[in-house]
């Protein structure tokens, strides 16, 4: 799947406006009440935004919970009538034959309607958030063979979870309210048309990003942190409120309308499609010897074993499996081999417990235990991902024997493994809380016979559950907010931070965490937060791109078309110069696309050829889906007019300078003998452009000679550092001009 | 003293590095692992600061409690001798002049020691996070006043508390730990010298000031949170992680420790200064119906108007009580003051509650009650602040009366009033959240008889209590995770926001935030987060001050003392051109002084005077306190000396443009018709120019015209917008070049 999300017609957004003269002018004409209406129409869309996202929530939650019941309660049936005669390979048939049709239909929407549906979406949205656009991500259609595919891998019994997708379906639904229109669905409201441009689409896609954070794990703060830590760069005080409000309106829609599922109305106990259900308060503290043992699981590098194997895996598809029905076949695969794993570990388990009244499993399987007893190994395969998490933290001590526990974390991990990144929708945040709270609990069941201690395997199996998913996402604040928020508890906020922390710096060691690895295997170009710390050397003029591709403020179409055309020069932004080589504004693709499309022409006699003066208007309707420039038709008479750009070029684009020469004539010969020894040629560092392009979300930035000439554009082309220097291959996005 | 905050001496912090000659060959030879041990310090330094911000809460807060044990006892010791034998007043006078002698000596440290301790602090740490530098905010002495003066003002009994004292302390301990050095004890451990810069010690001081939240509420995210809201503009993964590790090592330490001092070591449930208890299962949830409840007690603008009448108090003050002894004599008038207003609203009350085991008070006052009862209304005045905050949070429905808590509201709404703002060591955190809990507590028992539903009163007490300090102090997303953190709970999460939201919306309508005023009142310039939505049409060339003082790359000593000893043009920064007027470059006046002061002249001739080569090391050492220009002698002769600047300029000052002509003289006469109609002069709007300022910390900008000749310097002067534009009232900051 992930092979044709780095395909052409991807490309990077532009978080500068462009401030050119019909903007300005709009600026200008707008009242103190056109802002102050438009404020509170993007509170109004933050709001929108949180109810959406908490229905769509609501929806998965409900429609996964029942028909996953009827599926349960069918095989339960099928198993308990073959335990005593015999014949349990039916009851294997069956449960493979359920998991295998939702799985196939679950995948076959993916994999031919929508491969950029698959998976969690989470390193789409944060390459979205990062300024790096990957076609259709933020489709309506994509979003519902999202939420249609999470279902039908959820219910599949696959290793996944439906946390994930969430995020990316908020990002959606924030992409599509806050442009009032549709593309799918063809249907434009003409309501906020001001937000129409990659700045403030953006800042809604944060919004539905943290709202579908906050729905999936009942973390309204949790979500806003998400959203900054791995898309913000800027900190804008009003914004972040905004996402603050879409986070708690999307928790809270959830939160009522699962209540009313619930025959509850009102009860607002369920924030999240995950609950981790609330502690008890005699496990709640833990003792100051028990950190070092945390922050011990946080080292257990299990976390960086599962992203090298997923590694692996993910060059292999992306190698071999390829083809649509080649990946569904593999899901399907996937799904066959699950149920008969689970089923096989479940009928050679004789870990068999008392069923008491109090903790009273969903679906308990007798098979082959005493009456009144249950297998125990069946609470954690024969159970959607969410309820087995929820027992392995709150299930009583001695719930589950090692034995049982350390067979599921082994199989368990190779199961979600081997699923992340098949062509299903599905998130892998549950899988790595599972795996992580078996081999937790088995610590905790450890350490209580070692060091005969009381330790509450509760409590072990959060921790080690926090461990497992830093190690592989690699997230800390936020994910430390997540998972307190999920526990509805501050207490555990130190020991859950530690261990992420120690989570974080081992696993780095070995590789990056699981998202980076798939945008990298995506070979979608990312801008890391910081340039590198030895980059001092580095000047822009080793960065940049030359030579230039200039165009004149008064150009001839058909050079503008031919510079279009080019696919060896295809650049995103042309400076505009005047002669000689004087920069005096930057230019898009995209709005020399419009002014093409509208035949903005003047004819050398002077006379305007189009009827109308050219709106903002007609570029925030063509925005986001710009026309290639093969589809424009300009005739040879049009190639000879002239276009003027300058009302349309951002005349005040960001530039650094470039020292070329110090030809100094007016000092004495001394002097000079001085500088000469002392005076490099100075250039803007690479930190100092770094910092530049990443505070303020730039694509394009100018180099300018000390006599403003252009010297060149730094579009710059993805430059691989020097492993000498111990950075792991950096791709410079957004300087990528592509 | 407020009134001279805003005295000479202030000025703006430069967050851009000025990337210098030295300062890029020191980082070019700097290697991997010599960057690796800078990041590793930064993680040390952090710790550091969260162990002894969290040291100095717990001293804080044993000594507060112990002390106050003492005094409480006495007093109460001594009412009860005199209940029934009559001569009250004696206790009168006793409790007046114990909280008289307390209060007298932290406004004599304060107003004569070091006047800057006085207050809250946050204000200040707002203008340092924002790049104002207040004189002696960070200093060594001031932290050490700040601390006696919060113990002194607490149990003096004043209306204040000791959490947002805090937030200054962990900045002062995190400005001294992570410069290596103390100005206060002249002792320098020449350690962590890479860090004497304004860019890396603010970083440092965002996680003293996290820490310091964190400690004080027992809220690490908070922390976190409130440094970003407050402070910062660039958001940096890596920076931020920091900070929470510092936030979290400072409430575990204070934790630990007050364990320890409670002799239960290892119980880690009081993780702040504050705590405001655990809410009981049955009180946790909320209806649905109960949110438009809140919404409207956020709406209630008790909190405005306490800002309203402090404004003119503060005013007040700053015309007539700015000489120190007026300043202590106000302080323990007020002292007086509230001690007897306690006094006779308990004495006048009849208020009599049974004094049940469960919760027992901790000074029960029995009076003139029956045996078995105590005086309600002495919960709330005979304790400290935190204690009855619990106590209005906590105590069972039915423990005060309606009349009670009206009283109690009115008095201590004026009393905490009239504190903020003495010359002595404050918060207004905790006030704010009693006078609220007061008056929410009332609403809960009013909503209970009137709509006869039932309404635990505990439960609108935090309600009101988020609402009053919410229109206070106008924070929203820092102080919701805040209070939701410090309740231990996150049911509690949406309504806190709602009402967070509603009370900052509904107060802004009439006011600004407390720290806002307080920072206008002191005149200090601060930087918005956005330019003002209608200011499209101003451009740089409007703001932009002028005439610019530039320097010549080779200069003379003369000029160059003349320049910085022209007090009409007192500027901090100044461009470095080559004749004709091209620039080269920035240098600045803390830089230019260094080189004054080791005479880095270079005669005539051509030999250099100075015996070594200026290093990086001796402008770290000087900061930050660079003596002023009067200080440094230059002997006529030497003023004939020429100084180079070119290896101490940062040769790439980020710049914008300014379009001066548009003489065209290749294009045909058509055209130029086309393009004088057309063709404006376009310069980099005002919008444009805030967000460099902002998103880079930048002090000074330059503007350039085409040619690259240096037009201007804006180095702006503060700018009165349009009323017109119904702006109110904003100052540039960080332009202004004070």
Excluded at 518 to 541: D, G, M, N, Y
Excluded at 622 to 640: G, K, L, M
Aim: hydrophobic residues 45%.
């Amino acid at each position: 799947c992930f092979s044709n999300c780095g395909s052409p017609g991807s490309g990077s957004l532009d978080y500068d406006n462009s401030e050119n003269q019909l903007f300005l002018e709009e600026e200008r004409r707008m009242s103190f009440t056109g802002f102050r209406c438009l404020e509170i129409s993007r509170w109004l869309i933050c709001g929108l935004i949180g109810v959406l996202t908490g229905l769509i929530a609501c929806f998965i939650d409900i429609v996964v919970e029942k028909v996953a019941r009827y599926k349960y309660e069918a095989i339960k049936q099928n198993i308990e009538r073959f335990t005593e005669v015999g014949g349990l390979s039916i009851s294997l048939i069956l449960w493979a034959v359920l998991n295998f049709s939702f799985v196939m239909v679950g995948s076959i929407l993916v994999a031919f309607f929508e491969p950029v549906a698959a998976g969690s979406g989470i390193p789409q949205i944060k390459c979205y958030l990062n300024g790096v656009k990957i076609p259709r991500v933020v489709r309506l259609k994509t979003l519902v063979i999202k939420v249609c595919g999470v279902i039908c891998s959820v219910i599949g019994g696959l290793a996944v979870g439906k946390e994930g997708p969430m995020i990316h379906s908020g990002a959606v639904v924030a992409a599509g309210v806050s442009q009032g229109r549709s593309t799918t669905l063809k249907k434009d409201l003409m309501i906020f048309e001001y937000f129409r441009r990659d700045t403030e689409k953006r800042d809604f896609v944060s919004a539905g990003a943290a709202a579908g954070v906050s729905a999936a794990f009942g973390a309204p703060v949790g979500g806003v942190l998400f959203s900054l830590e791995e898309g913000a760069s800027f900190w804008n005080q009003m914004l972040t409120w905004r996402i603050f409000f879409a986070s708690m309106i999307s928790t809270f829609t959830l939160n009522f309308f699962l209540s009313i599922s619930h025959n509850n109305t009102g009860d607002l106990s369920n924030p999240g499609l995950i609950n981790f259900g609330r502690f008890e308060s005699e496990n709640l503290n833990y003792n100051l010897y028990e950190i070092p043992l945390f922050i011990a699981m946080g080292a257990i590098v299990l976390g960086a074993l599962f992203n090298f194997l997923n590694y692996w895996l993910t060059i292999f598809r992306i190698r071999y499996v390829h083809r649509p029905c080649l990946q569904v076949m593999e899901a399907m695969l996937v799904a066959a081999v699950t149920a008969s794993v689970s089923f096989t570990m479940i009928y050679f388990s004789n870990d068999c417990q008392p069923l008491d009244s109090e903790h009273a499993e969903e679906y308990p399987l007798q098979l082959f235990c005493a009456d009144g007893e249950y297998n125990s190994m069946a609470t954690t395969f024969f159970n959607t991902p969410e309820k087995s998490v929820r027992s392995l933290f709150h299930n009583q001590p001695g719930t589950y024997n090692p034995l049982t526990l350390g067979l599921f974390t082994i199989t368990y991990f190779f199961l979600a493994c081997w699923t992340y990144g098949l062509a299903v929708s599905a998130g892998v945040f549950i899988p790595s809380l599972l795996i992580g709270a078996a081999w937790g609990r088995l610590c905790g069941i450890w350490l209580a016979s070692l060091a005969s201690i009381w330790a509450d395997p509760g409590k072990y199996a959060l921790i080690g559950a926090a461990a497992q998913l830093g190690g592989i996402v690699r997230m800390t604040l936020s994910l430390t907010v997540i998972l307190v928020e999920a526990t509805g508890n501050v207490t555990y906020g130190l020991p859950i931070m530690l261990v992420l922390l120690t989570a974080k710096i081992v696993g780095d060691y070995f590789q990056e965490g699981l998202y980076d690895i798939h945008i990298k295997l995506q070979s979608v170009p990312f801008l890391h937060w910081e340039a590198p710390a030895t980059s001092h050397w580095l000047t822009t003029r080793e960065v940049m791109s030359s030579p230039v591709t200039c165009l004149n403020r008064i150009e001839k179409v058909g050079t503008i078309v031919d510079v279009l055309s080019n696919t060896s020069t295809n650049h995103n932004g042309f400076p505009v110069v005047v002669q000689p080589s004087k920069l005096c504004g930057l230019i898009l693709r995209s709005q020399l696309i419009v002014l093409l499309k509208h035949k903005v022409f003047v004819e050398l006699a002077g006379s305007r050829l189009t009827r109308r003066k050219l709106q903002l208007k007609d570029f925030r309707d063509a925005y986001p889906r710009f026309p290639p420039i093969q589809s424009i038709h300009v005739s040879q008479d049009e190639r000879e007019c002239l276009m003027d750009l300058t009302e349309f070029m951002n005349p005040t684009p960001y530039t650094v300078t470039q020292v070329t020469d110090s030809t100094e004539t007016t000092l004495t010969d001394v002097i000079r003998t001085l500088i000469q020894n002392n005076f490099h040629l100075q250039e803007t560092s690479l930190p100092r452009v770094f910092k530049l392009f990443r505070a303020l979300g730039l694509r394009h930035l100018v180099v300018i000679d000390d006599a403003n000439r252009v010297r060149v554009l730094n579009l710059y082309k993805s430059k691989v550092f020097s492993r000498k220097l111990k950075i792991v291959t950096m791709i410079l996005f957004r300087w990528l001009d592509w």
